[in-house]
């Protein structure tokens, strides 16, 4: 394990049988809410800089013992690093306990049971205690190597202690961990070995990486003989040139006049009567060759097909034997019965990924308004008849979880469309049940019962009458209604809400009034 450097630009991790899923990555920066959440959690996360980045692991570590996590950083930032090694220190003292050791290995042995999280005390290994004293044993007690062979595939360097092994600047060890995939080098692409027979394996070249360039689909060449095979296309944009191609059809210039070839003393040409009995076929006039629409837009580079690639690249033009037509559909399960199913499939409307995920969320719309009327009945019904909504015990096993549960439960025992979405059957993250949607669909009632008492107060004459009272809790509370004509001619009284107050002076009742 690498040991300290100054000037340096590393990440140094300490081993304690093994690393425990340890994780760099950044935020925004050490004022945003997730450096807030992350750091109120020293069980399981360590914070070492104040500008952002985050080393977590599953465990604390202690900061004396040989399995701290270290970060040393260029010479630029040292004021910086120190300022932020202190905070960590300090925050990670006060959150230790004190135990007897004679070293630190020790001290990290016996601490790292109580600091690890519940959820991860069962990966604890026993050998951590050999581990530990054979640190103790070490001329380095903070350093621990785990063996030449296991330093040099972790990037270590043995001759150097355990240092990581550099051929550059320090920086470049950085960019070696945290360098985005994308920005790998990749191998070569494998070229495309192109031989007509039948009987070649080809090697799909496909998901090399390609550069894209935008199509313009309706400059797509219309001629099957001057087009490019669908693989050369980005994967991108395969998708939307098949389905170009699908919904032009089949290219067959009926009317064109098709010229004639001499077989022996014979003289044949392409004839147009094979459009009505084979809707796939195409003509191309500038190769005077036949090919097959279903087989360009999806027959597979792998495996074999009768007449191999002739349908599909390099075209068909024997007319003397006009059998092999029928020849290259096949049998059911053919390469070229295959395209064609799929090629159906393109041109059906719910057949597409769009059209499952507009059924899929219309389905959880439906859902979804079903769970939260129920929720919103049970709780208008609760507040109607000025009844408790929360109960003593809410769990599962209660046999009383509360009024607004048990109201569910009934609502749902006699009305199966609303079982079948609410409770146990309604997803974890999204049942309408909790105390916090609950408290939301209260206020947004009150919200529409002003809004009523306005609508029916118009503009006519009102007044407000106020009154106060201490509660249980010697809290002062401020009653407000309205009093007002109806349009039928009747005395309304309407109550708004209650108020707390700081005290019951006229001026204190008047802002709160007011505001």
Not at 40 to 55: H, M, N, P, T
Not at 418 to 435: F, G, Q, Y
Request: hydrophobic share 35%.
């Amino acid at each position: 394990m690498e040991k300290t450097l100054q000037h340096s630009m590393a990440i140094t991790l300490m081993i304690h049988h093994e690393v425990w899923s340890l994780l760099a990555c950044w935020v925004e920066d050490p004022n945003s809410e997730a450096y807030r959440f992350h750091l109120s959690r020293v069980k399981d996360y360590f914070w070492i800089a104040e500008d952002g980045l985050k080393i977590q692991g599953t465990a604390s570590q202690t900061w004396t013992s040989s399995f701290a996590v270290q970060a040393i950083v260029s010479s630029g930032f040292t004021e910086e690093y120190e300022h932020a090694l202190l905070k960590a220190h300090d925050f990670l003292k006060m959150s230790q306990a004190p135990v007897e050791a004679d070293s630190a290995p020790v001290e990290a042995d016996r601490l790292i049971p109580r600091l690890v999280c519940e959820s991860h005390a069962s990966r604890l290994d026993p050998s951590s205690s050999l581990n530990a004293s054979r640190l103790d044993r070490s001329s380095t007690p903070h350093t621990w190597s785990p063996g030449p062979e296991l330093d040099a595939s972790r990037g270590l360097d043995p001759s150097r202690g355990g240092e990581l092994a550099r051929t550059g600047p320090t920086a470049t060890v950085m960019e070696k961990y945290f360098k985005r995939k994308s920005e790998l080098e990749l191998p070569p692409p494998t070229k495309r070995v192109d031989n007509s027979s039948s009987s070649t394996k080809r090697v799909d070249n496909s998901s090399s990486k390609q550069d894209r360039v935008e199509i313009n689909l309706a400059d797509l060449p219309s001629d099957p003989g001057l087009r490019p095979r669908i693989t050369d296309y980005h994967p991108n944009d395969r998708d939307q040139v098949r389905r170009a191609y699908a919904q032009r059809k089949a290219r067959q210039p009926k009317e064109h006049n098709f010229p004639y070839k001499t077989y022996g003393a014979n003289n044949r040409r392409f004839n147009k009567g094979w459009f009505t009995r084979f809707d796939w076929l195409e003509y191309s006039i500038a190769k005077d060759a036949a090919f097959c629409l279903y087989c360009y837009l999806f027959k597979r580079d792998v495996g074999e097909q009768a007449g191999g690639d002739t349908f599909v690249t390099e075209g068909f033009s024997n007319w003397k034997c006009p059998e092999k037509l029928r020849i290259h559909e096949g049998g059911i399960n053919s390469s070229h019965n295959q395209a064609r199913r799929m090629f159906e499939d393109l041109l059906k409307p719910n057949q597409s990924i769009q059209s499952f995920h507009f059924k899929q969320t219309d389905q959880a719309r439906i859902e979804y308004r079903t769970r939260l009327n129920a929720s919103v009945d049970c709780i208008r019904f609760l507040l109607r008849q000025g009844l408790a909504f929360r109960g003593h015990d809410e769990s599962e096993d209660s046999s009383n979880q509360g009024n607004f549960l048990e109201l569910l439960k009934f609502l749902a025992d006699h009305n199966e469309d609303i079982k079948a979405v609410t409770l146990r059957n309604a997803p974890e993250n999204n049942m309408m049940i909790s105390p916090a949607i609950q408290k939301d669909i209260v206020s947004a009632a009150a919200v529409e019962t002003s809004n009523a008492i306005i609508m029916e107060l118009g503009d006519a004459f009102f007044s407000v009458l106020i009154d106060e009272s201490r509660d249980i809790s010697t809290k002062e509370q401020m009653a407000v209604a309205l009093r007002y004509v109806d349009k039928k001619g009747h005395v309304v009284e309407r109550f708004l809400g209650i108020e707390h107050v700081t005290d019951t002076t006229a001026l204190s009742l008047k802002a709160a009034v007011e505001d």
